[in-house]
C-alpha cells in the first residue's frame, strides 16, 4: 500500500527530536543555527532572526557546501510553516550525519 504525505512525516517524527518555541530560542540564545527549509518566496515574507535558508528539496545538495554547516556537530533547529517539512529534513541530514538536529514543533506558524 502507498503512504501517504502524513505518512512520511509521522514516520520522520519517530526518528527526530522536536523542541518547543521556547526551547529554540533558549537554544538559539546559546549558539545554535536556525535552518528554514521553507520556499524562498515563504523565507522573504519573513523568517527568524538570523535562520540561514536552504529550500528542502535542495537541502541533500547545498547543506554540504554551506559554510555555516561544516561541523556535523553544530546544533541546529530546523524550521519550515507548520513543522513537516522540516521533521523531512531533520531525518535527512542525520543521515547525512548530522547529530545534534531538532525540528521545531508548529513550525514558523508558532513563531512569536
Known amino acids: 500500500m502507498a503512504k501517504t504525505v502524513m505518512d512520511l512525516v509521522q514516520a520522520a517524527k519517530e526518528e527526530i ?8 530560542k533558549q537554544m538559539l540564545s546559546q549558539g545554535s543555527m536556525a535552518l528554514d527549509v521553507r520556499e524562498p ?4 515574507s519573513g523568517h527568524i532572526s ?12 547545498m547543506i554540504g557546501n554551506h559554510p555555516e554547516f561544516q561541523n556535523r556537530d553544530a546544533f ?12 523531512l529534513a531533520a531525518v535527512t ?7 545534534n538536529v531538532y525540528s521545531l514543533s508548529g513550525g514558523y506558524d508558532a513563531w512569536d
Open 41 to 44: 518566496q515563504e523565507h522573504q
Open 17 to 24: 527530536t522536536e523542541v518547543t518555541v521556547e526551547q529554540a
Open 50 to 61: 538570523s535562520a540561514h535558508h536552504i529550500p528542502r528539496g535542495m537541502i541533500e545538495f
Open 93 to 99: 541530514l542525520q543521515q547525512l550525519g548530522f547529530s
Open 76 to 87: 541546529i533547529i530546523v524550521y519550515c510553516k507548520t513543522g513537516g517539512r522540516s521533521a
